[in-house]
């Protein structure tokens, strides 16, 4: 059964673990998943469940509904996907056991928080960004010569080698240390070389499902992950 885990500033507040098919996420205490804050709407949104998939969209809210950082409409959940509500995290797990005007808008004040404008500064740059790549990106973050990359081929390789798409330095690397392999439903980085030198979010990683926003570590180069607009 599919679980939410609710934080409120870092805290779990909730967890939800449901059967039913679909959910509503929203202020009112008639909601599943009820998120008491004025930036969250009345009816903020709806998750949909079939035999092998969730599907969340975005009731029109006022301040938005945002799938690891990124504003949607609708979205197919993944596992460990961030939904970002008013100030409420929503971490979703797939399978756990059981143990215009305001007044049109059902009353939601407009979320005017440095959270929320940075979400929306972000989700605006990353889309031009997108746009301009074709596709997905990596950013440059700490450590790297390059800026930008975009992934616009089956195989993106990383490492020492004079060879590979991403060269990197390093007393510790291998010639290929990693690769992200383009599939049909998103991107996978697989660790090549020596152990606990790919890492996704901090964590060393052999093999990752990438998600919008992921850091990615490969020695002391940091790459942020920014998923191309399906």
């Not at 202020?27 to 998943?33: G, L, S, Y």
């Not at 008491?36 to 969730?54: P, T, Y």
């Not at 990596?138 to 993106?156: H, K, Y």
């Not at 080698?161 to 991403?166: C, D, E, Q, S, W």
Request: glycine share 6%.
């Amino acid at each position: 059964m599919p679980e939410f885990i609710v934080k409120f500033e870092d805290k779990i507040v909730e967890r939800v673990v449901t059967e039913k098919q679909r959910i509503s996420i929203g202020r009112t205490p008639d909601n599943d998943i009820v998120l008491n804050n004025r930036g969250v709407s009345r009816k903020h949104a709806l998750i949909e469940f079939n035999s092998n998939s969730a599907l969340i969209i975005d009731n029109e809210s006022l301040n938005g509904t945002f799938i690891n950082s990124r504003k949607i409409s609708e979205e197919v959940l993944k596992e460990n996907d961030l939904i970002t509500i008013g100030k409420f995290n929503i971490v979703y797990r797939p399978d756990v056991q059981k143990e215009d005007k305001l007044a049109d808008l059902d009353g939601t004040m407009v979320l005017k928080t440095k959270k929320q404008k940075d979400l929306l500064e972000k989700d605006a740059k990353e889309r031009e960004l997108t746009k301009r790549a074709g596709g997905s990106v990596l950013i440059g973050e700490a450590n790297t010569t390059t800026s930008e990359f975009a992934l616009n081929r089956p195989v993106t390789t990383f490492g020492k080698a004079h060879f590979v798409n991403i060269r990197l330095k390093g007393w510790f690397l291998s010639g290929i240390q990693a690769k992200i392999v383009k599939e049909k439903d998103g991107y996978v980085l697989v660790n090549l070389g020596h152990q606990n030198r790919t890492k996704v979010n901090g964590e060393p990683v052999q093999k990752c499902n990438l998600k919008n926003d992921d850091l990615i570590q490969i020695g002391k180069s940091v790459f942020r992950f920014v998923r191309g607009r399906d």
